[in-house]
């Protein structure tokens, strides 16, 4: 008897935790590791090691999240994770190092090509860290939302992102689930445009970090609410609706984080009911997407096999 009262409190104790999770963890995540990110560019340790650290956090969070409150049972199933998930996942950090290194390092950090890169000398370098990384954001923002409608809007765009596309389930071991060329010019994009603004590195680094773990949250399967969130970051549910099939999410929430440049161009979208958002993907009688890695590289290049219904 003891014991079957003990386990009634252990249910509705992982029951609570689940509520709270559910409510708070979305603006704790994100909130939280701005707050360490911002610690780390102003405090006495390397950058370097305080994002390795936060990065490693998030993603045992967020995996444990995934777990305790999924949002779809038929997601996050380990004995469905392919190696392709796991090379795209692996790739991202060697992918965003190297477009740091080929455009702060050479490009910027070279004195003959740095005012060519420079266009503009108006950024408040003395402003407060976190008004920078606001700023920094909207920019980016603004920018990544052409890049990323272009991906869709643009043909051959499209056949690099229509790999991302081809996604079934959203997890977050699956965020840099993208063709190469198409994560390295996202996140580029941001770079370029901060370097000719004449952004300093430390704000770079930090919004890229950041923006890399906001991408972990909104592939994440885990059941957030993220509530007032939604009315101005372009959260969890704008981009589950943007991987459906049925839901016109497909050609809206371009936005990366804020969704002012979706809302300004009129494609911001979000369902009243966020429960479930459907079929996720591609058309699957449209197209023929293969779904190993080496075979998704030549995608592009092998797009009339690839798209049926031409
Ligand atoms: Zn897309
Ligand atoms: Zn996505």
């Keep these: 008897m003891e014991g079957q009262v003990s386990s009634v409190g252990d249910h509705s104790g992982l029951d609570g935790l689940r509520s709270v999770v559910r409510r708070f963890g979305y603006g704790t995540v994100l909130v939280g590791t701005l707050l360490v990110l911002w610690w780390g560019v102003a405090g006495p340790y390397s950058f370097g090691y305080v994002a390795i650290g936060v990065q490693l956090t998030s993603i045992v969070v967020i995996l444990g999240m995934e777990f305790l409150i999924p949002h779809q049972r038929t997601w996050g199933n380990i004995h469905k994770v392919t190696r392709a998930d796991g090379i795209y996942f692996l790739l ?10 080929l455009l702060v390092t050479l490009l910027a950090g070279t004195a003959q090509y740095h005012h060519f890169i420079q266009v503009f000398d108006f950024w408040p370098r003395d402003a407060h860290v976190l008004a920078q990384l606001f700023l920094v954001t909207m920019i980016v923002d603004f920018f990544k939302y052409w890049y990323h409608r272009w991906t869709h809007e643009v043909p051959w765009l499209w056949r690099m992102h229509s790999i991302h596309h081809s996604l079934d389930r959203l997890e977050m071991l699956r965020a840099s689930y993208f063709f190469p060329v198409d994560i390295f010019l996202t996140v580029a994009t941001g770079t370029f445009v901060l370097l000719m603004v004449g952004v300093d590195y430390r704000i770079i680094a930090f919004h890229n970090v950041w923006a890399g773990i906001t991408g972990l949250l909104n592939h994440s399967n885990a059941d957030l609410k993220c509530g007032f969130f939604d009315s ?18 497909v050609r809206s929430n371009y936005g990366s984080f804020f969704n002012f440049t979706d809302r300004i161009f009129g494609t911001r979208y979000l369902p009243e009911d966020q429960s479930d958002f459907g079929e996720l993907g591609l058309e699957e009688d449209e197209y023929d997407m293969p779904d190993t890695f080496l075979q998704q590289l030549a995608v592009p290049f092998n797009w009339s096999r690839i798209r049926r219904a031409n």
């Design 92 to 101: 991202a950090a060697p992918i965003d190092q190297l477009q740091i290194f």
């Design 232 to 249: 101005f970051l372009n959260s969890i549910g704008h981009h589950r609706a943007h991987h459906s099939v049925a839901l016109p999410g």
